[in-house]
């Protein structure tokens, strides 16, 4: 039983987490699985098309996570963020940086696929945002003109916060801009505080 | 005349920018130049040497353009972040990863001196913004009970526009987001408009 090329995501990812992008080889992935090096060939031919398969298993991850907290607008706009909020968090604790930046550090943004891939997963977080703030608006529970520049701000906000993480920093800050900022002026009734600890940095 | 440390560091972002990190080697910097190789290593012992002192030519250049628009605090707010939004704008328009990505892409985060030199520029950044915001609590244009760290959420908010850029996004919806929802919300009298004009992505 169980799925080789998914047991092979999963090990990439292990390795990227404990490890770093430099530790990331076929030989690492193989040793891991205790399979052979041709094992890892034959589901991904090169390097990138391994990081590619992570990103895009990362998207798929992303939208079930949610479709598993589908809820009203002002419930799932907080669900949204703190799904995300709380990868920052794991990357502080973890004291190393997000895998995008990672990914995107193995080429210097100069891989198209890659940077294409990221983009891709990028937009897929920002879109459901928009869709989120759309619905609220239309049911009346958030007030903006602008659904989808209000969904770059938030998204930006917590990207901001990664990046941070990764250089050791407290993701607090961007949490509280979030909080005290954004959701106030988005909100027609109280805006929620959002349910995620982070250190102060 | 001419400083040959500052020639060569000068070289070094033109290469960085036009071609990237790999590029960024001492024979291309010599080259470009026409000195000797030895010339740059006696300089730049290791190309790290190198970019930890590009990154501390930006700091410095960083708060000097921020002497040179010295005022009151409600009109220094908005330069000192036009400022880096203009750089964000930049690169979207050259479509590259701004440096600090590169430099960090060059290392996968693990250079810790590289690091450590891409946290104080932005952590002094922050600083800037923190006094000019306690500047202008004092005297009475901004109210907001945390300076510090609505100077972060404004820096995640232009970090996340220059993420975005590099990415050939626009950095439009970060720019709306700083406009929209915390100027409002920490100028006393009418928030100003940024003075940047960035095409909507």
């Known amino acids: 039983m169980g799925d080789t090329r998914v047991e092979i995501l999963e090990a990439a990812v292990d390795i990227l ?21 041709s094992g890892v060939h034959y589901h991904f031919e090169t390097k990138d098309d391994l990081l590619i398969a ?9 939208l079930e996570a949610k479709v598993a907290f589908d809820g009203p607008p002002e419930k799932q ?6 799904f995300r909020i709380r990868g920052a968090k794991t990357i502080q604790q973890l004291e190393i940086p997000p895998p995008s930046i990672q990914l995107l550090a193995a080429t210097g943004g100069s891989d198209d696929a890659l940077r294409q891939a990221l983009d891709t997963l990028f937009e897929a977080y920002v879109a459901e945002l928009t869709a989120t703030i759309r619905d609220g608006v239309e049911s009346g529970v958030f007030d903006t003109e602008a659904p989808e520049r209000t969904a770059w701000t938030l998204a ?6 990664e990046v941070r993480a990764s ?35």
């Open 167 to 201: 250089h050791d920093g407290s993701p607090a800050p961007f949490v509280w801009g979030i909080e005290a900022y954004v959701l106030p002026a988005l909100y027609v009734d109280e805006s929620p505080t959002l349910n995620v600890e982070v250190d102060d940095g």
């Open 54 to 62: 992570l990103i895009e298993e990362y998207l798929t991850d992303q």
């Open 77 to 82: 706009l907080p669900k949204l963020l703190e």
């Open 17 to 37: 987490i404990e490890s770093g992008y430099d530790a990331l080889t076929t030989e690492a992935i193989a040793d891991r699985l205790e399979i052979s090096h």
């Open 156 to 161: 930006g906000l917590i990207e901001g916060a």
